[in-house]
């Protein structure tokens, strides 16, 4: 793929005649399933890789700034850039004492990249979406059908990663009705998106909420059910995170343990779709064992 997209640059940088279909080409290229990252076994190789290919997209923006496929492969490329490295760097930081806030500083800033490139593909496919949805937010989203979901989610998820770093930002903190609009019609639309990806929110979502800010640790348990059964039990995130969400907020260090020894035992090549994102995750799992006396007050 690198290959062909330095000739796709090659060719855009000469003002080739044919530029606005290698545009389209490369949108397709880019946002489609990603399963040359997907399937990698090295993640600190992806981590090199991710910002040339980021800093692609933006470029190809600049010259269709309405491309859906482009605009969904800025989406969710910054959010998992922001997730899976700066802020994983931000928060091994803090636990080792170090100056983390430059870290999350930018881990909210390409998270709210992230944000605007999925609005911006809402608005591409729907004309007046923005405005809409600052105004009415049921009435904007009636519009959204099966094929928005990809949009709704990646934006959701950009924006609930954001604001899960801003807590001292009650401006942010506030934006959570919009963030759980966009995720709740994503669900409503395509529950089965991406092998449960909605629901893996969602365990963080209602777990890590109290009952009187309107969470529900059976929502949440129901959310992991729902995710396992629709990977097949291919992916181990949902047990890393409902051991650092519930299991760490109930002082369950039991099932803290049995969870991250369930996503540590698993074979990540025994599902290469998912390699990079259970390497990734096996990896936090790691780093929350490590803190399992920081995490819980009593035995």
């Avoid at 100056?99 to 881990?107: G, S």
């Avoid at 929110?201 to 959310?223: C, K, L, P």
């Avoid at 291919?234 to 803290?256: D, H, L």
């Avoid at 020894?261 to 074979?267: I, K």
Wanted: net charge negative; charged share 25%.
């Amino acid at each position: 793929m690198l290959l062909r997209l330095t000739g796709c640059l090659g060719l855009l940088m000469s003002g080739s005649a044919c530029a606005g279909l290698i545009v389209d080409m490369a949108a397709d290229a880019l946002g489609g399933g990603g399963q040359s990252f997907a399937a990698d076994d090295d993640p600190e190789l992806v981590r090199e890789a991710l910002p040339f290919a980021l800093k692609t997209i933006e470029g190809l923006l600049e010259r269709d700034p309405e491309n859906e496929g482009l605009l969904l492969a800025a989406a969710s490329g910054f959010t998992q850039y922001a997730y899976a490295f700066i802020q994983q760097d931000a928060e091994m930081a803090d636990a080792a004492g170090s100056k983390a806030q430059p870290l999350y500083q930018r881990a909210r800033k390409l998270y709210g990249r992230a944000r605007r490139y999925g609005l911006s593909g809402l608005e591409a496919r729907h004309e007046g979406f923005t405005a809409s949805f600052a105004e009415n937010r049921a009435h904007a989203l009636e519009a959204t059908t099966t094929e928005d979901v990809p949009f709704l989610y990646w934006t959701a998820a950009a924006w609930a990663a954001q604001i899960a770093i801003s807590k001292q930002d009650l401006q942010k903190v506030g934006e959570l009705p919009e963030m759980e609009a966009l995720l709740n019609r994503a669900l409503e639309l395509d529950e089965a998106f991406d092998a449960g990806a909605i629901h893996e929110v969602f365990i963080t979502y209602d777990g890590g909420r109290s009952q009187a800010s309107g969470g529900s640790v059976e929502r949440a348990r129901q959310h992991m059910h729902r995710a396992l059964e629709l990977s097949n039990g291919m992916k181990v995130a949902p047990f890393v995170t409902w051991a650092e969400v519930v299991s760490v907020g109930a002082q369950n260090r039991e099932e803290f343990n049995q969870m991250l020894e369930t996503a540590l035992a698993f074979d990540v090549d025994s599902a290469p779709q998912y390699r990079l994102a259970n390497i990734i995750a096996q990896r936090r799992a790691e780093r929350l064992q490590a803190r399992t006396e920081d995490l819980f007050w009593e035995e």
